[in-house]
């Protein structure tokens, strides 16, 4: 149990790179970076968590609660939402590589066009 | 390259990564430890701010700064996703036929809409003091809106979003945050340090800079997210793009086995 | 109470492992979007037994809501101007007219 959620968080990091190398198109190879990219979430909360520990709000909990580790939660939480908008960037990127060559399949996209 | 050589490639470097990564899991503090020096400091730098959310006082208190990084890469993928999705010279604007909405949704958008940006507001205002902050709240004000779309149809959706309007608000928004940092260093503290008045731990008006940022960022993401979403389905939905004339090339059509070459 | 919030640990991590596994796996974008937006939910679910609610909480509306939206939206761009997709049903149909299989059903 002590590193089970570390391997956990490593193997969605894996699953989702094996998805991108196996990727014809480039929408599902983005999916796929959202998958890996969730990883770190995984592993940040995993770190943070502490036995028994509540989550870190004190607004109607006395202030020597015991809570689990607030840096970490407040590292995954930003990224969380700016990972969305980075993902909408690639898509957009997407749909321009559709428009712009015709195809989103990777493998297509041999040479330098324009 | 091969897409057999390239996965082989890939399963190679994924078992030597898997036993490297494996070997460096048990060097890691053990899952649900007792000791997290970090943590137990920002707590209680969070109690010396009067911020009852010990997260929203690390992201726009104690780490403010890197919140404004992390902030201006949420602005930049807005900016350029716009700047990707904008209507080309060569590209016409079709306007959809508006379908068919059964009463039942149409009743639960109605609901729902108002109650759902009003949670959203909620959210951003109370995120010093329970779970929530800009953050969340501007994604749940940017999604909620969206109902109207689900409940009536495209025109009532551009009704109710003043794309123009959130465009400057998205870029507002971002410089209000860079901005309130010089309040620190016209009362003489650093870039971006907690210098307004902190109040009671636990009101609505406690943690000084951090329900400021908050709002900042509340509609930074909010009208960043409705923007970009707005984008994604003007592109769906009314962009016709002439790439079936001249952007295809002929040995692309077959889309799935284009790729064996 | 210690032993059943790991027990729902544990099960929570399972979740996200399966649907993780699933989500990168899916060949089609379409079902892809799906199983992310379960991905999002299994992590959301995870979060909030990781007494981490704010995450949770932009977690659920990012991952269940926005990306697999962008991502529909995306898909159906892509194939609306082609007339062939990965479903490849339509043929080599170019009249950009063609009613194109949907995310949104009743758009068209």
Known sequence: MSVFPYLVAGWILLIGLYGMVRSRDAIHTIGCLAVAQSSTYVLLLAVGYRRGGTSPYFSDTPKSTTVVDPVVQALALTDVVVGATVTALLLALAIQLRKRHGTIDPDSLTGLKG | ?261 | MNGIAQYLVVVALLLVAASATAAALARDPVTQSTLLAMLGIALAVLFTVLQAPDVALSQLAVGTAVTPLLILLTVRKVRRGTGDGADGKRGESTDPDTPSRDARGRRR
């Open chain 2, 1 to 261: 390259m091969s897409r057999r050589l390239r996965t082989c490639l890939f399963l190679a470097a994924a078992v030597v990564l898997a036993a490297f990564y494996a070997a460096a899991c048990t060097g890691l503090p053990h899952f649900a430890g007792l000791v997290h020096p970090y943590g137990t400091r920002a707590v209680a730098a969070a109690f010396r701010q009067r911020t009852a959310n010990v997260i929203s006082s690390i992201n726009f208190d104690q780490r403010a700064f890197d919140t404004l990084g992390e902030e201006s890469i949420l602005f930049a993928a807005v900016l350029g996703a716009i700047v990707l999705l904008r209507r080309a010279r060569d590209e016409r604007e079709a306007a959809p036929a508006p379908g068919r909405v059964m009463p039942s949704t149409r009743l639960f958008g109605t609901v729902m809409l108002p109650i759902t940006l009003l949670t959203g507001f909620y959210i951003v205002a109370h995120g010093q003091l329970s779970p929530g902050g800009g953050f969340q709240g501007g994604v749940i004000l940017a999604t909620g809106l969206h109902l109207a779309y689900i409940a009536a149809d495209y025109r009532a959706l551009e009704r109710i979003r003043p794309l123009a309007s959130l465009d400057v608000a998205d870029a507002l928004a971002a410089g209000a945050f860079a901005a309130l940092g010089f309040v620190g260093i016209a009362k003489g503290a650093a870039y971006l340090q907690n210098v307004l008045p902190l109040g009671t731990f636990g009101q609505l008006s406690s943690g000084g800079l951090v329900p400021v940022i908050n709002a900042a960022v509340g509609v930074e993401v909010g009208s960043g997210i409705v923007v970009l979403i707005a984008h994604f389905i003007d592109q769906a939905v009314e962009i016709e793009s002439p790439s079936t004339q001249d952007g295809q090339r002929p040995d692309d059509a077959s889309g799935a086995d284009g790729g064996n070459r």
